[in-house]
């Protein structure tokens, strides 16, 4: 059988796909794109046998359904350079060869029967269900990811954890040393729920999900599902329960600083040349409208203070926090000033948008640090 397609379309969707590929499989065959071609389109499905990423192309002309496997580097590498136009591939399920015809030549790889390859399962019929908005869902992402922890010993803390109510959802993330909160009451779901999503699912929904669309979300206990009308993407559910979060966050914090947050960015950046590192201990000093920064490194012989301005009219305080987690967290941000909170050194600090969007509310927590003086 052989199919004709628009090139770009079906390397995009390629592309999109394979982000789910993982670089070391347990089985040969995920390595491979599945193609099934039927009803006008071809259906791309991508697994690292834990999730699935299917989305589909509509085609120009095919003359028959097939199903065969094809390996992603091979066919991705085939017509990566190719320039928008049709692509004609034409299938021999005796040989499995894959014969690729296009205006300037033709190529040839060797494709794979279908039949070994898993396949994904379904959530169940009694699963919770909810739509929103891929913008809501894409700016918990993009907000919370950064603080998820990397220690599989510590499994639920490695994905984002979405806490639904009936009139908004709230995204957490934390690794236990920063935490970070966003809320939005855009949406009302009208339930009370919550599941987890885990990491490297929300990197592939971040880096393929457009804005603007309609996302459909399925769950049960152990599976779930995240549809568009661009892709189907099937996952396993992290099992366990997700931290109280808002226990941890402090909220008496009687000393507030306003700062220019691309100021503090900039100073921070110069600090964490001069900051040990191994701990990237600064030092924050808060007096009399200024913000003092400073940082040493004993075992070289270094050390760097910045000065600020800033809208502080409390009592002078200080306090230790990692250099590079506050740079991390004050980049996430977009605010042009942002308001840091605190109530004693030895509390998390917390940092917000000086002015918080409609229906939206955003914070970050940062554990402290010990001063050395």
Known sequence: MKFTISSSAFYSRLT???????????????????????????????????????????????????????????????IKELAEQPLTLEYNPDTHEVRGTHQTGVFSIMGLDA???????????????????????????????????????????????????????TFAGTDGRKLVRYINRDVQPGIATGFI?????????????????????????????????????????????YPNYNSVIPTNNPYQATVDRNSL?????????????SSALMKLHLEGGQMKITGQDNDYATSVEENLLCDYS???????????????????LDSEQITIQLADPSRPGIIIPAEQPENEETLMLLMPMMLND
């Open 16 to 78: 999109a796909a394979s982000k789910v590929l993982a670089a070391k499989n347990s089985m040969p065959i995920l390595e491979c794109f599945l193609l099934d071609i039927k009803n006008g389109h071809v259906s791309i499905t991508a697994s690292d046998g834990e999730k699935y990423f299917v989305t589909k192309v509509p085609l120009v002309d095919s003359d028959n359904n097939a199903q065969f496997c094809v390996t992603a580097k091979q066919l991705m590498d085939s």
């Open 115 to 169: 039949s070994p390859y898993p396949t994904q399962q379904a959530v169940s019929q009694d699963a919770t269900s909810l739509t929103i908005s891929s913008d809501i869902l894409l700016n918990g992402i993009n907000r919370c990811l950064f603080a998820t922890a990397n220690d599989e010993i510590r499994l639920v803390m490695t994905g984002i954890y979405m806490d639904i109510h009936e009139n908004d959802i």
């Open 197 to 241: 999503l885990p990491k490297k699912v929300a990197a592939i929904v971040k880096n393929v999900l457009a804005k603007g669309v309609d996302v459909a979300i399925s769950f049960d206990n152990e599976k779930a599902h995240i549809q568009t009308e661009a892709f189907d993407l099937y996952f396993r559910m992290i099992e366990g329960h």
């Open 265 to 277: 960015i900039g100073a921070l950046k110069r600090v964490s040349v001069f900051c040990n590192q």
């Open 314 to 332: 409390d009592a002078p305080i200080s306090i230790g926090f990692s250099c590079h987690l506050m740079i991390e967290i004050t980049s996430v």
